[in-house]
C-alpha cells in the first residue's frame, strides 16, 4: 500500500471518528448507532496505519489478498447493519399502525361519549377482516359473503 494511501485512509478514518463523537454529543445520534460506525472507522484506522494485519489474516483464511478480505469484512458488516436496520423499520411500522388506532379509537370515543373503546377495536378489526389481499371487499360482495352464496 502506498503511502499516499495510508495517509488518506488514516485521515479519512479519524474524519469520520471526530464526525461520529460529534453527533453522538450533539444527541443527533443513538449511542448504539454511533458504536457500530465509530468500531468500523477505528477498524479501517487501524488497518491503514497496519496493514500487515490484513495480509496475515488473509494468508491464516486462505483468502487470496489482502484486499479481497477487507471487501469481504465490509460487505459482511454493512449487510449485518442493513438487516438490522430493516427489523428497527419494520418494529417501527408495526408500533405506528398500532399507535395510529389507538388514537382513532380515542378520538371516536371523546366525540361520542357512548362507544366503549372495545367495540370500537372490534369494528377496526371487521373492517380488516373485510379485506381480501389488498383489495378491498363491495358491499354487495360483502353481502353475498355473508349471507353464504359467494364463495372465495
Known amino acids: 500500500m502506498s503511502t499516499e494511501l495510508r495517509i488518506l485512509l488514516i ?25 457500530f460506525w465509530f468500531l468500523l472507522s477505528l477498524l479501517f484506522l487501524v488497518l491503514s496505519i497496519f496493514p500487515e494485519i490484513a495480509g496475515r489474516v488473509s494468508s491464516l483464511l486462505g483468502i487470496e489478498s489482502p484486499a479481497n478480505l477487507v471487501f469481504l469484512c465490509i460487505l459482511t458488516l454493512l449487510l449485518l447493519k442493513n438487516f438490522v436496520l430493516s427489523l428497527k423499520v419494520s418494529l417501527l411500522e408495526y408500533n405506528l399502525m398500532k399507535l395510529t388506532q389507538r388514537v382513532a ?9 357512548e362507544r366503549t373503546a372495545e367495540r370500537i377495536t372490534e369494528q ?21 359473503l355473508k349471507e353464504g352464496k359467494y364463495r372465495r
Open 124 to 144: 377496526i378489526e371487521e373492517q380488516a377482516g373485510e379485506q381480501i389481499g389488498s383489495k378491498p371487499v363491495s358491499g354487495q360482495r360483502m353481502s353475498k
Open 105 to 113: 379509537v380515542e378520538q371516536v370515543y371523546d366525540k361520542t361519549g
Open 11 to 35: 485521515i479519512s478514518s479519524v474524519v469520520m471518528i471526530a464526525a461520529v463523537v460529534l453527533k453522538i454529543r450533539k444527541s443527533k445520534f443513538q449511542i448504539h448507532d454511533g458504536i
